[in-house]
């Protein structure tokens, strides 16, 4: 397993952007597939960005064209570039580390705040 630590979050006004990061320590970060979930106040946790080891990336519909998703295997980091945040983006951002399809390791996660 991994650990894994998010920073970045924060309050931002509707338009604005973040970049979130998630450092990760321990071994095989370079084959691990890497996530982005979120988690609103009363909502199921979703996941909003992934990729993979060999850099397959897929995203949430409802952030195309405005979220990018990146790694760094030489730091061992992924981020999270968010741009035209919306309310609607409001949540706990959780970064997410897995061997295969499956998440096994979660960070602490970081709040993310839009106000309109």
């Known amino acids: 397993q991994v650990q894994l630590v998010e920073s970045g979050g924060g309050l931002v006004q509707a338009g604005g952007s973040l970049r979130l990061s998630c450092a990760a320590s321990?071994?095989?970060?370079?084959?691990?597939?890497m996530g982005w979930f979120r988690q609103a106040p009363g909502k199921q946790r979703e996941l909003v960005a992934s990729?993979?080891?060999?850099?397959?990336?897929n995203y949430l519909d409802s952030v195309k064209g405005r979220f990018l998703v990146s790694r760094d295997n030489a730091k061992q980091t992924v981020f999270l570039q968010m741009n035209s945040l919306k309310p609607e983006d409001t949540a706990i951002y959780y970064c997410?580390?897995?061997?295969?399809?499956?998440?096994?390791?979660w960070g602490q996660g970081t709040q993310v705040t839009v106000s309109s």
């Open positions: 997410a580390a897995g061997p295969a399809l499956a998440f096994s390791s």
């Open positions: 321990g071994r095989s970060f370079n084959t691990y597939r």
């Open positions: 990729i993979t080891s060999g850099g397959t990336i």
